[in-house]
């Protein structure tokens, strides 16, 4: 195959292959260079496994000449692979005779999908002796041939734009040549070299006595650069949520408006749904409500809130909220656990459990409180109230050491079960609530108890 019938990926990357001479057959070293294909733009991130030399090698390695030997290879992850000298493009496996003249380095280029690699053997070729001449009782003495005592570099791995420093020291020599960009010619000497990418440097020596050659590999790694941070998006903004009025009686109406900038969404809840970043809503509650905005943009999100409080037509009744038993389902640790507990309405606490031990051993999970757990309320115009509950475990450190909950207890007959979110970490503390909530009359009215689940939010 001709130089010019070599595909981009192999012709274009440099391969630099050492071989030393020795006095009865080769002392070889073969480097090996991984091949990047690719227009000097740079290569995003791998998307195939990188080809693989597995085998390449020449049996026997040494023969004299005229005689033969074989190559055998192996290659893996690799679209196709080729043999020079002499071979040309070949099977991913497979072995091939050879039978060259002289001493051969014999090299195998894999190509990937990506990337290429390549290895090489070398096939030393040995002459026959001259014969000896019957008249030469005294043949002279062979030349001393070179010898490279030291050819490193350190450091050996370096960040592009980094120099490291060449080494040497040569003997028997009569010229010291050193490649690629090394100029000094001394037999003994050191050269800085900032390479650009990984290189291999050749040191060769000539001599009454033969060649040598020796090489050195700095390793250069590529500098690391982070992607640029994305923009920041400004979170949304409302500059506006209100209610007007925000105080009816039963049956009236209340007019939402907001304004809201910098969103890709807006949701008010409850009732109104998906809404328009500037507007308004008519709305005609039969109780008290908090009317909920969520305002999104990008990856952030701000909420407001609204209250349309619903006053009743009538003289408002008092009731009596009281709190007829509490069990526990988990305490929230081994054994038992001290918990403070408030309890609220619309934004008011209500009443405070003071703190005590709680268990959810058998016999030991409900507790009924004796005094201090019920209050004097006013239902809303539908004779419901609606309660909210938080619970903090004390003398502990960890996050998840709360709870909470919240449900409606109404005057209705009948029973109601409240429905809760389930917390992410319920064995931190789980807990149902028994309330009751009476009319103060004269008129008897049965407790009708609710319940309410408390449990960490998620």
């Known amino acids: 195959m001709s130089d ?48 693989v030399v597995a085998a390449f090698e020449v049996e026997p390695n040494a023969i004299p000449r005229g005689e033969m030997a074989s190559l055998a290879w192996r290659v893996e992850n690799a679209e196709g692979a080729v043999i020079e000298p002499d071979v040309g493009a070949v099977a991913l496996e497979g072995s091939w005779s050879v039978q060259p003249d002289e001493t051969t380095v014999y090299r195998i280029v894999a190509r990937g999908a990506e990337t290429s690699v390549q290895a090489a053997a070398a096939l030393n070729v040995l002459s026959p002796p001259d014969p000896v001449s019957s008249t030469e009782a005294n043949p002279p003495a062979a030349a001393t041939p070179p010898v490279i005592s030291r050819f490193s570099v350190s450091p050996d791995k370096v960040e592009a734009g980094a120099s490291a420093n060449l080494a040497w020291a040569v003997d028997n020599a009569d010229s010291v040549a050193i490649s690629p960009g090394v100029d000094s010619t001394a037999v003994r000497g050191s050269q800085t070299v900032s390479p650009s990418r990984t290189t291999v440097y050749t040191l060769e020596a000539r001599g009454e006595g033969g060649r040598r050659v020796a090489t050195a590999t700095v390793n250069v790694a590529r500098k690391e650069t982070s992607p640029p941070a994305p923009p920041q998006t400004p979170p949304p903004t409302v500059s506006q949520f209100r209610a007007g009025p925000d105080a009816i009686k039963a049956g009236e109406k209340a007019t939402l408006s907001w304004s809201v900038s910098g969103v890709s969404s807006v949701e008010i809840q409850p009732e109104v749904g998906k809404a328009r970043p500037q507007g308004s809503h008519v709305v005609s509650p039969t109780k008290s409500t908090v009317y909920r905005l969520t305002a999104k943009g990008g990856n952030q999100s701000v909420r407001a809130a609204a209250r349309v409080t619903v006053e009743s037509a009538t003289v408002s009744q008092k009731a009596l909220l009281k709190l007829e038993k509490i069990q526990t389902f988990e305490d929230g640790s081994v054994g038992t656990t001290r918990w403070i507990f408030k309890i609220g309405s619309g934004g008011k606490q209500l009443f405070v459990l003071p703190q005590r031990r709680y268990s959810d051993r058998d016999g030991a999970s409900v507790y009924q409180p004796s005094d201090g ?32 909950g919240k449900g409606t207890v109404s005057l209705a007959p009948g029973a109601v079960r409240f429905k809760v979110a389930n917390a992410s970490k319920p064995d931190e503390g789980s ?8 009319k103060l009359s004269s008129t008897y009215l049965p407790n009708l108890r609710r319940t309410l689940q408390v449990a960490r939010p998620n």
């Open 431 to 438: 807990f149902v609530f028994y309330f009751s909530l009476k």
């Open 4 to 51: 010019n019938e070599h595909p981009i990926w192999y012709k274009r990357t440099p391969i630099v292959l050492a071989v030393i001479t020795g006095v009865f057959g080769l002392l070889t070293t073969v480097v090996t260079i991984s091949l990047t294909r690719g227009n000097g733009a740079g290569n995003g991130p791998d998307t195939a496994p990188p080809p």
């Open 373 to 404: 757990a019920s209050t004097i309320v006013t239902p809303e115009a539908d004779g419901s109230i609606e309660l909210e509950v938080k619970g903090s475990r004390t003398g502990s450190s960890s996050a998840n050491a709360f709870a909470y």
